[in-house]
């Protein structure tokens, strides 16, 4: 069994910064792909980022884009998700997520194991 837990989530003045983290455990982290999504109130899930098995690849949302910077350490099992310049509309509850296939996909139903989420609130 995986377990997933998120932490660094909270309240935040737009234009101000959070740093996600991540622990995994129960499985080689090495060969999980992982993901962040995001679910606002009334909205889908949506795909945030993602990062593959050494940091050799990453994936973002447009919207995120020279904003957020996914990463992971390997030896820590754990990983992490640096917002920076955080908006309003990045409102949402955060999740990490992995799978067991390689590559990174956008798609929640690609994911195979889910974090319980983490509220981040940016003020305006």
């Known amino acids: 069994q995986v377990q997933l837990i998120e932490s660094g989530g909270g309240l935040v003045q737009a234009g101000g910064s959070l740093r996600l983290s991540c622990a995994v455990s129960?499985?080689?982290?090495?060969?999980?792909?992982t993901g962040w999504f995001r679910q606002a109130p009334g909205k889908e899930r949506e795909f945030v980022a993602g990062?593959?098995?050494?940091?050799?690849?990453?994936r973002y949302v447009h919207s995120v884009k020279g904003r957020f910077t996914v990463s992971r350490d390997n030896g820590k099992n754990t990983v992490y998700l640096q917002m920076n310049d955080l908006k309003p509309e990045d409102t949402a509850v955060y999740y990490c997520?992995?799978?067991?296939?390689?590559?990174?996909?956008?798609?929640?139903?690609?994911?195979?194991?889910w974090g319980q989420g983490i509220q981040v609130t940016v003020s305006s």
């Open positions: 997520a992995v799978r067991e296939d390689p590559g990174i996909v956008s798609a929640p139903g690609g994911y195979d194991y």
């Open positions: 129960g499985r080689a982290f090495r060969r999980l792909i």
């Open positions: 990062v593959g098995w050494n940091n050799d690849s990453t």
